[in-house]
């Protein structure tokens, strides 16, 4: 455990942040997995729309640290390209 104050201070701060980030990155999942949802039914428009709400929140989320913009522009691609091969 920290022993000086600045220690046990960042130690209270890391724990805020663990939490935030981890309620953050499971929004982000949730969206992910609609859009996943709506594809595998094979409904365009609902995946359509649900891309249209998650892609804002995956640009937060490189924003606030949870992702890398790398990891933001690859999982936007790769949604865009199964929403779009609906038939």
């Given amino acids: 455990m ?11 701060q890391a724990e805020k942040r663990r939490v935030s980030n981890a309620g953050k990155r499971s929004n ?4 992910v997995k609609k859009i996943l949802a709506a594809v595998k ?16 929140i995956i ?3 490189v924003n606030k640290g949870i ?7 690859r999982s936007k691609s790769r949604l865009n390209l199964k929403v779009k091969s609906i038939a």
């Fill in 28 to 31: 982000l999942r949730t969206f």
């Fill in 67 to 73: 992702i890398h913009k790398n990891k933001a522009s």
């Fill in 2 to 12: 920290a022993n000086t104050a600045q220690a046990k201070k960042r130690a209270k």
């Fill in 41 to 56: 039914e094979g409904d365009k428009e609902k995946a359509q729309a649900a891309f249209k709400i998650a892609e804002p």
């Fill in 59 to 61: 640009d937060a989320a």
